[in-house]
């Protein structure tokens, strides 16, 4: 079966410091990986993928994620952190049999100015 | 990116009447769209495929019965909480993307925040 972990419950960075979250996956076949984020009492919204190609994706807002197949690992990264970045943020897989999108746990950024 | 229109966005109820919830793809067919719950600072919890034309899929544990899912056209999908009570209330989130089937991204509504009292 097709999942995702995203080992923190919660990531603290610095205003202009560099912010990791982590994302591994586990799949049959080639994953195609995704990262949303949400804000208080909204939807999600996409923010990158992966799916084939260059295993750096970029995406909104200045965020990008380094897909890597040796460890699994499909983590959001952004050079320089803004206060706005605060949410919650979650690494998905798609189950290639359903087309349904499977979700992490979710890992809450807060950034301090 | 396409737009997911979800309707209400928050709604009060009494304990025992239904409620229904809007989903519309605006700028894109979809056959396909997604139903999901989420309580507090928890993720998301998949509840059923919503299927056009056909009946809906629901995950395990989840009761078609309660749930009701309709998918009357390629644009809109309804979900009906029916009989509801405390423990249904919930934040309900659809979704739906126009190129779902070769890998594209889903698009989330903003959510339907239930509240039954």
């Known amino acids: 079966a097709q999942s995702v972990a995203q080992p923190e419950d919660q990531v603290n960075v610095a205003e202009g410091n560099p912010l990791t979250v982590k994302c591994t996956y586990s799949v049959s076949g080639n994953p195609y990986l995704f990262w949303y984020v949400q804000y208080p009492n909204r939807g999600l919204q996409f923010l990158l993928k992966?799916?084939?190609?260059?295993?750096l994706v970029k995406g909104s807002y200045g965020f990008e994620a380094e897909f890597n197949k040796s460890q699994t690992s499909f983590h959001l990264k952004k050079p320089s952190a803004l206060v706005s970045d605060s949410a919650l943020y979650f690494c998905a897989v798609r189950d290639h049999n359903t087309d349904k999108l499977i979700f992490g746990t979710g890992t809450r950024l807060q950034v301090f100015p | 990116g396409a737009v997911v229109s979800q309707h209400p966005s928050w709604v009060i109820c009494k304990s025992g009447t239904s409620v229904k919830i809007e989903c519309r793809s605006l700028?894109?067919?979809?056959?396909?769209m997604f139903w999901y719950r989420q309580f507090p600072k928890q993720s998301l919890m998949l509840m059923a495929t919503s299927n056009e034309g056909s009946k809906a899929t629901y995950e395990q544990g989840v009761e078609k019965d309660k749930f009701l899912i309709n998918h009357a056209s390629l644009t809109l999908s309804t979900l009906t909480v029916t009989s509801a009570h405390p423990e249904d209330s919930s934040f309900y989130i659809c979704?739906?993307?126009?190129?779902?089937?070769?890998?594209?991204?889903?698009?989330f509504g903003e959510g339907s925040r239930l509240t039954v009292l």
């Open positions: 700028d894109f067919q979809a056959t396909t």
């Open positions: 979704s739906a993307g126009p190129r779902i089937h070769r890998g594209g991204e889903l698009f």
């Open positions: 992966y799916i084939t190609g260059d295993n």
